[in-house]
């Protein structure tokens, strides 16, 4: 089993950063791409950012050049540092991990952490 574990989220003014952290425990051989998604109440999760383990990162359009993800795969960790943070960004933020198995790909999700963009 894996578990996944963020960190990071809180209240912050529009304009403003945040770093969010994510890190990866247990049966952890095998895990490629890391990342986020996030959701609001009454949408489907969307994906926000994500990374493999080679650094190829690939990222929402309405984050692009706003959201930077890296990876610490020493540490089994990832990162979302956010800037010039919008009142839209706000949304309950999800770590995800891929697992490549024998039997195939697994997704693991952490818990979710809150992120509130004030206006």
């Known amino acids: 089993q894996v578990q996944v574990v963020e960190s990071g989220g809180g209240l912050v003014q529009a304009g403003g950063s945040l770093r969010l952290s994510c890190t990866a425990s247990g049966s952890i051989f095998g895990i490629n791409a890391m990342g986020w998604y996030r959701q609001v109440p009454g949408k489907q999760r969307e994906l926000v950012a994500h990374?493999?383990?080679?650094?190829?990162?690939n990222y929402a359009e309405s984050v692009k050049g706003r959201f930077t993800i890296s990876r610490d795969n020493a540490k089994n960790t990832v990162y979302l540092q956010m800037n010039s943070l919008k009142p839209e960004d706000t949304a309950v933020y999800y770590c995800?991990?891929?697992?490549?198995?024998?039997?195939?790909?697994?997704?693991?999700w952490g818990q979710g952490t809150q992120v509130t963009v004030s206006s």
């Open positions: 995800h991990a891929v697992k490549r198995t024998r039997v195939g790909v697994v997704d693991y």
């Open positions: 990374i493999t383990s080679d650094g190829s990162a």
